[in-house]
């Protein structure tokens, strides 16, 4: 069984920086695209970032210039580096690798 586990979310003020990370037990990462996504109450979860097995990466326009998605196969992780953080990225961020979800980490950015 392939659990993951993000962490790094919080409590930011807007223009604030977070660094998520998605850690996964098992060697998976190496096999999959790796995505990172976020849901708000009432609200379906929307793709944030991917990063390819090649390490190509896509990021949603409204995060581009300030969202970095980055992976260590080597150590099963991924990250999502956000910078200039506004109160509308405000969610629970997930990572997914192949058909495995994250429990989700808070992000909240407020004054």
């Known amino acids: 069984q392939v659990q993951l586990v993000e962490s790094g979310g919080g409590l930011v003020q807007p223009g604030g920086s977070l660094r998520l990370s998605c850690v996964a037990s098992g060697s998976i990462f190496s096999f999959y695209d790796v995505g990172w996504y976020r849901q708000v109450p009432g609200k379906q979860r929307e793709l944030v970032a991917v990063?390819?097995?090649?390490?190509?990466?896509n990021i949603v326009d409204s995060a581009k210039g300030r969202f970095t998605i980055s992976r260590d196969n080597s150590k099963n992780l991924v990250y999502l580096q956000m910078n200039s953080l506004k109160p509308e990225d405000t969610a629970v961020y997930y990572c997914l690798v192949g058909s495995y979800w994250g429990q989700g980490t808070q992000v909240t950015v407020s004054s």
């Open positions: 990063i390819s097995r090649s390490g190509h990466t």
